[in-house]
């Protein structure tokens, strides 16, 4: 059996073929742009100044590609173009954001679903995250329960933020 770090999954959406791979360093640089395009977008109006530079920083090619050394990060691609990105961290789903242009074609469906069969291969039975307010409405349709309201410290900035969890079943 070929281990889960070298499948290519490949997944039909609304618009096209998509290919879920594992992000390696030299993608650091397009999910950076990708990530930071989508939350000027969708975020930014949640955040105070302070928050956003957190953000910025956090999201800079040099923190991907520490992430991608050290987290299951993943890649969604269409006709060779990054068009999502999601990683897990231990049982904690991080980084996950579609680009701008491509929301609500379900990609973000199809990159989910790959982390949880990834997270099941890994022998993990449930995984949460932290929900930003523009996430809650997709987590709830797509299977994930409230478990409270937080505040996630990055940087020592705190960003208000609901835990979430879901039961993973083979």
């Not at 100044?49 to 800079?60: A, I, L, P, T």
């Not at 090619?61 to 993943?74: A, G, N």
């Not at 349709?141 to 309201?149: A, M, P």
Request: net charge neutral.
């Amino acid at each position: 059996m070929i281990p889960y770090e070298y499948w290519t999954l490949k997944r039909s959406c609304m618009t096209d073929q998509i290919e879920i791979r594992k992000a390696v360093d030299h993608d650091a640089d397009r999910l950076s742009q990708l990530i930071r395009e989508n939350a000027e977008a969708l975020l930014r109006p949640h955040y105070n100044e302070k928050q956003w530079s957190v953000f910025m920083k956090y999201y800079s090619p040099e923190q991907l590609r520490q992430k991608i050394s050290e987290q299951d990060v993943f890649c969604a691609e269409r006709d060779g173009k990054i068009v999502g990105t999601i990683a897990l961290d231990a049982d904690f789903v991080v980084g996950f954001y579609t680009r701008l242009h491509d929301l609500n074609k379900g990609i973000g469906k199809i990159m989910m679903k790959h982390l949880e069969e990834f997270a099941l291969q890994k022998g993990l039975t449930e995984i949460q995250l932290a929900a930003s307010p523009e996430g809650l409405t997709f987590y709830h349709k797509n299977g994930w329960t409230k478990i409270k309201e937080i505040v996630m410290e990055h940087y020592g900035v705190g960003f208000e933020e609901t835990l979430m969890r879901k039961r993973l079943i083979q």
